[in-house]
């Protein structure tokens, strides 16, 4: 009996010991799953947030702007061209009906193409000129598309704290902002009102664009990337520059859109203040 008892006692040891190290496997391979699923999530995470991020973003404007740039360059070096040529031939039909009918329609050719070619590649946007570039846009604007822009602004407007990338893109910004109210706001009359903080509201530039059109559903548009797809990128590189953008619409109220771009607060280290 006492060998019998003692052979149970070891049968029950190794049992124990087996049934101890399963137990112990299975919680270390639960953890292990867990963190490697937590590990995947993590990384998935982390490449959505490498795409939307700043980098990615300045990558992918900073093509938009080269070709931009290059689409500039051929209408001025081959289209412009070609209708300058044009108009010399014009010059030797006989017909004077037809000779002044062909020279109307080539002018506006020139003027249409020159107005492209402007507004994908204009002259380079600074600090020192951001104002004066985007009242000139707000007068292109309105020759083209017969709305009234008008351009409000203070005598003096600082824009010494921006960078020359931030300045490039709050003109796009803004440009773009025009560009739906001339294509699909129906329109008779915008303002723009760009202005540096007043009272309590924090120092920096604020720009507010308003209108009197049809007006939109800013929450349906937003996503739909079809008529106000370019409310999209507006929206990206205000998230570049670190400017907050919003955009706000109801049917037959027209469209109101703000944009501030803060003046970026220094940074402390080491005893020394630093200036973004």
Same mark, same amino acid.
Do not use: C, H, P, W
């Given at each position: 009996m006492e060998t019998s008892a003692a052979e149970v006692n070891h049968l029950y040891d190794i049992i124990h010991t087996y049934?101890? !190290? !399963? $137990? $112990? !496997?299975?919680?270390?391979?639960? %953890?292990?799953a867990v963190i490697v699923v937590l590990l995947l999530i993590r990384f998935l995470k982390?490449? /959505?947030k490498l795409i939307v991020s700043g980098g990615y973003l300045r990558y992918t404007i900073r093509g938009q702007e080269e070709e931009r740039a290059r689409i500039a360059r051929e209408l001025h070096d081959t289209i412009a061209q070609d209708l300058r040529y044009c108009v010399g031939l014009a010059e030797k039909v006989q017909d004077e009906e037809l000779k002044k009918e062909l020279s109307a329609l080539i002018s506006k050719s020139v003027k249409d193409v020159r107005a492209m070619s402007y507004n994908l590649a204009p002259p380079d946007v600074t =600090?020192?000129?951001? %104002? $004066? #570039?985007?009242?000139?846009?707000c007068q292109? !604007?309105?020759? /083209? #598309?017969?709305?009234e822009f008008r351009m409000v602004t203070p005598s003096a407007v600082k824009t010494h704290f921006l960078t020359e990338e931030e300045c490039l893109n &709050?003109?796009?910004? $803004? /440009? *773009? #902002?025009?560009?739906?109210i001339s294509r699909h706001a129906d329109a008779q009359e915008a303002t723009v009102l760009v202005r540096n903080h007043i009272g309590t509201e924090e120092n920096g530039l604020y720009i507010f664009i308003t209108d009197d059109g049809v007006g939109f559903d800013t929450s349906r548009n937003y996503t739909s990337g079809t008529r106000h797809f370019g409310l999209v990128g507006m =929206?990206?590189?205000?998230?570049? &520059?670190?400017?907050?953008?919003?955009? #706000?619409? *109801?049917?037959? *109220?027209?469209? /109101? %859109? =703000?944009?501030i771009k803060l003046v970026t607060p220094p940074t402390i280290k080491e005893g020394i203040i630093k200036f973004k």
């Open positions: 049934t101890l !190290f !399963f $137990v $112990v !496997f299975d919680v270390v391979f639960f %953890v292990a982390s490449r /959505q =600090k020192k000129n951001l %104002v $004066v #570039s985007i009242m000139n846009l292109n !604007f309105q020759e /083209q #598309s017969g709305i &709050i003109y796009r910004i $803004v /440009q *773009e #902002s025009l560009n739906n =929206k990206q590189r205000a998230e570049l &520059i670190g400017a907050k953008l919003d955009v #706000s619409s *109801e049917y037959g *109220e027209g469209t /109101q %859109v =703000k944009l």
